[in-house]
């Protein structure tokens, strides 16, 4: 199976690195509707469009991630269109509707990313009730239950500690079943992938840490009795002519670094991963260079020459990764570089990788 791409929408202002440098990215429809028919005409399977209600990180401005689903749906043909939600936030019968209408406009390129919440401030300031890590692992999972209950069934009850859902019906249903995402990196979001995720999402990490968790998730996959699950992996991309321009850029966004900002950032993501009883999980070992990129996107190593980005990729494959999340510092141009570049290496090497293997 050939490797997906996919890049995160910056749906949200401030760009995807957490530093002053200057960032050729824009954050507007407008914007964000060009860089998706880029995305689509060369390459790319998946756009993830971030959710956030609230400031955490100098992002003022943010635009609704299901809202902006729609209007790229009816923008594009081909690119697959993952909108992020936050459980709590939403109902899932509510967000079942709307992903079903955007799966309709889109003629069945719709998908959702489930984020059980790692941001505290966002739930107090709309009166929502913040729960503890796991909890909020357990009502994503009751979150994804009611979603794909009424995508499939007639009618659907559900009774859990969260929802209530009393012999709903869902019309039209969706054009085909929308692929479920989730984040997280901890215990109870592994359990939960090994239960009922499509995908499961990773934040950037080594080799070594990757393959980890993917043969952990496979494993509870496997003990659960459920079918094949797909996992992804974050990675921030700097491409340039060489090594250490590359390299030189990366110094430049960390030397830049928004330090308040990034202080924020930590301070917001102790209620994730490190606050578990395992002390694993998003950010639970991210260095303060790591949150500059706020999933770890440096950590990944797709940062040198556009050979040796293609070279890191298929290294990822190897290991188990199915779709690459990408982001970038200039998304006016360097969106539109790795599809030119990244993505056909990529798949010249993975031609002799399955003559290698046949």
């Known amino acids: 199976m050939s490797l997906q791409f996919a890049y995160w929408a910056p749906n949200v202002s401030g760009g995807l690195v957490i530093s002053k440098i200057p960032q050729k990215t824009g954050w507007s429809f407008e914007d964000n509707k060009r860089y998706a028919q880029i995305a689509e005409k060369l390459g790319f399977d998946y756009v993830l469009i971030q959710t956030r209600f609230l400031a955490s990180y100098g992002a003022e401005n943010q635009l609704e991630a299901a809202a902006l689903a729609s209007a790229l749906a009816a923008s594009t043909e081909k690119l697959n269109l993952i909108t992020a939600v936050l459980p709590g936030l939403w109902h899932p019968g509510v967000m079942a509707k709307i992903i079903s209408t955007i799966d309709h406009i889109s003629n069945g390129r719709a998908a959702i990313n489930i984020v059980?919440?790692?941001?505290?401030?966002?739930?107090?300031?709309?009166?929502?009730?913040?729960?503890?890590?796991?909890?909020?692992?357990?009502?994503?999972?009751?979150?994804?239950?009611?979603?794909?209950?009424?995508?499939?069934?007639?009618?659907?009850?559900?009774?859990?500690?969260?929802?209530?859902?009393?012999?709903?019906?869902?019309?039209?249903?969706?054009?085909?079943?929308?692929?479920?995402?989730?984040?997280?990196?901890?215990?109870?979001?592994?359990?939960?992938?090994?239960?009922?995720?499509?995908?499961?999402?990773?934040n950037g990490g080594s080799l070594e840490d990757i393959k980890k968790q993917i043969d952990e998730v496979k494993a509870l996959r496997e003990a659960n009795g459920k079918g094949q699950i797909e996992f992804g992996v974050?990675?921030?991309?700097?491409?340039?002519?060489?090594?250490?321009?590359?390299?030189?850029?990366?110094?430049?966004?960390?030397?830049?670094?928004?330090?308040?900002?990034?202080?924020?950032?930590?301070?917001?993501?102790?209620?994730?991963?490190?606050?578990?009883?395992?002390?694993?999980?998003?950010?639970?070992?991210?260095?303060?260079?790591?949150?500059?990129?706020?999933?770890?996107?440096?950590?990944?190593?797709?940062?040198?020459?556009?050979?040796?980005?293609?070279?890191?990729?298929?290294?990822?494959?190897?290991?188990?990764?199915?779709?690459?999340?990408?982001?970038?510092?200039?998304?006016?141009?360097?969106?539109?570089?790795?599809?030119?570049?990244?993505?056909?290496?990529?798949?010249?090497?993975?031609?002799?990788?399955?003559?290698?293997?046949?």
């Open 116 to 202: 059980s919440g790692w941001f505290k401030g966002e739930f107090n300031a709309y009166g929502e009730p913040w729960l503890d890590h796991d909890e909020r692992y357990r009502r994503s999972e009751e979150f994804i239950e009611v979603l794909r209950g009424l995508w499939t069934e007639e009618e659907f009850t559900y009774r859990g500690d969260f929802y209530r859902i009393n012999q709903a019906p869902l019309k039209p249903k969706p054009v085909k079943t929308p692929k479920i995402f989730q984040g997280g990196n901890s215990k109870a979001a592994k359990e939960m992938a090994g239960r009922v995720s499509d995908v499961y999402f990773m």
């Open 234 to 358: 974050n990675g921030f991309v700097i491409v340039r002519d060489t090594e250490e321009e590359a390299k030189q850029v990366l110094r430049d966004i960390v030397e830049q670094a928004d330090h308040e900002a990034v202080l924020g950032f930590k301070d917001s993501v102790k209620h994730a991963g490190q606050s578990t009883n395992e002390k694993e999980g998003m950010w639970a070992n991210s260095s303060y260079e790591d949150l500059i990129q706020y999933n770890d996107g440096f950590k990944t190593g797709l940062i040198g020459t556009a050979e040796q980005v293609a070279d890191r990729i298929i290294e990822l494959k190897k290991i188990g990764v199915n779709i690459v999340l990408t982001g970038f510092l200039h998304y006016d141009e360097d969106l539109q570089a790795f599809g030119e570049k990244v993505i056909p290496l990529v798949r010249e090497k993975e031609a002799k990788l399955e003559l290698q293997n046949a």
